[in-house]
């Protein structure tokens, strides 16, 4: 599983409920989430050869009722919708008072399928007006940063085998000089939200 996806999770309370893994593919989320207890449902344009999502629609309109889950996820599917504030909207209608919505959007980060959008901070806040924003961060220092992009190259030349590698060095030089990157801290591999609708529930 990905750095990505493992920060996402550690934002998920356990204790279960339901959970909405908006734009999920392939289901990579499902085994963890549901060991914590949630009943989970993916939902996403297509089907994926290992049988997901569990519901094939458009995040535009989604097929459920109305303060339906308590956690809504989207994990790098914010960015290829290209109508953003509609499908907020969806998501903030189907989530329950005081539900959790949590995000992951790429920031600097190589096109990949029908990628419309790169959210700034502002931006997000921006989007996400109508909700309660409790973190709003980017876990990634610039080194990961540099290690990320290298990355994408090095598997588009064939080298993924070196990428494990350059991933764990490339977080460790960001760990070991967290204090001193100052501004630099502005080059953003990604952002993760946490926002609540209504009453906030930790």
Not at 30 to 51: A, C
Not at 159 to 181: E, G, K, M, N
């Amino acid at each position: 599983m990905s750095a990505e996806a493992n920060l996402v999770l550690e934002l998920v309370s356990p204790g279960g409920g339901l959970v909405l893994d908006l734009g999920g593919g392939s289901g990579i989320l499902r085994d963890s989430l549901e060991k914590m207890g949630y009943y989970y449902v993916n939902v996403d344009i297509q089907r994926f050869d290992n049988g997901e999502p569990t519901v094939i629609a458009d995040a535009q309109e989604l097929p459920f009722k109305n303060n339906s889950f308590d956690v809504i996820i989207s994990k790098d599917s914010l960015e290829h919708f290209a109508q953003p504030c509609e499908v907020i909207k969806e998501i903030y209608r189907v989530l329950k008072p005081g539900g959790r919505f949590i995000v992951w959007v790429p920031f600097m980060h190589p096109f990949h399928g029908d990628d419309f959008y790169r959210y700034t901070p502002l931006g997000l806040r921006h989007l996400l007006r109508g909700f309660e924003i409790t973190l709003l961060d980017s876990p990634f220092g610039v080194f990961s940063l540099l290690g990320s992009l290298i990355s994408e190259v090095l598997r588009r030349l064939g080298f993924s085998f070196a990428i494990p590698f350059l991933r764990r060095i490339s977080y460790w030089f960001d760990t070991c000089f967290s204090r001193q990157q100052g501004n630099i801290r502005s080059f953003a591999a990604g952002y993760r939200i946490v926002a609540f609708k209504g009453e906030v529930t930790r």
